[in-house]
């Protein structure tokens, strides 16, 4: 009997080897569980890495998504569409930033707010003002300026020589900052909580001082809120809780819910692009600001802000108390557990075959960041499994 190729030998044969996979082929998808092709259920701690926040299949943004694909799915950003311009008012009114252009992931809204600062530097103290001043251990993208702008050298090494023009500092030190923002400098860009970085929130006292470093050096500060955004962190943008705000800011991930979608929202003062300075084919298209439209909606209505940050909580009074976690760090339902030793790839190994989906952020921290639908008995579920995984 001939037996057929099983989906991960395929992949490997069809697909470029870049991503090393979990052992496991997903078919379907419910609120926070996930179910594989063997009908084993999953409860997901991930969301597709902060991806799902509304949960998984959820009906409200298919509908919407449905709806706008029978009706016009897509005419280049050389015409109108209203979906757009309603989720751009949205997210101009929710963040207190006043514009938006719309890319299709993390990395290009990225992209276009690396190109903003330095058209605004271009213009505001000429050709010489490009630099963009980010972290370490920060994480930005994997397209060529993002990646330049990642604080992770071995992420980068192989792909030398990237963009010039980006510089890293060691987060939380303000003097650091200081040495280095010179006039060439034109903006300085940041996680409030460095997520790919092991789930490292940043202190508020140090983002207010960077916010008045940049101020008095005449620099833009440039938040990316890809992942802790929209109510990850527990309010509908994260610096909204730390007493300080950005000059321009990036959106993704949870935005369509797991429809590609990115932000680059920028204050007046910032908006620096002319006509033919930027675009994209797909941003901003009809089908993905309905499906991002109903994602805000359901933030709103079923009060998922203060569920992230009420199950957040109680995500890390119950992990603070497992024996072999030494430390909880994160904002919200964004959450870095960090064990003794360098066994976070085994446990979440483990904690698979329990049932659970985490992920093993840095080698000895798990990160959660489960839909922000969780409730409290899932809260409690994910724990014991977790606990039951540290073995
Ligand atoms: C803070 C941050 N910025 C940018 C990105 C890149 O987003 P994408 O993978 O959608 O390009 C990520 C992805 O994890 C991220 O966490």
Redesign the pocket.
Known sequence: MTSHPTIPEREAAAVLQTYGRAPVTFVRGDGCRLYDEDGNDYLDCLAG?AVVAVGHANAAVAAAAARQMTRLVHVSNLYYTAPQVELAERLTALSGLDKVFFAN????A?EAAIKLARRWGQKRRGPDCYRVVSLLDS????TLA?LAATGQPHKQETFAPLPPGFIQIPPGDIDAAAEVMGPETAAVMV?TTQ??GGVVPLDADYLQALRSLCDSRDVLLIF?D???GLGRTGSWFSWQQLGVEPDIA?L??ALANGLPI?ACLSKDRAAAFDYGDHATTFGGGPVITSAALAVLDEIEQRGLLSNSRERGAQFVSRLEAVEGVVGVRGRGLLIGAVLESDRAAEVTERARGNGLLVNNVTPNTVRFAPPLIITADEVDEAVSKFEASLG
């Open positions: 890495i992931d993390g990395a290009t990225n994480f930005h993208g994997r993002a996680e997520g790919e990316d890809v992942q802790a990036t993704a991930k990115g």
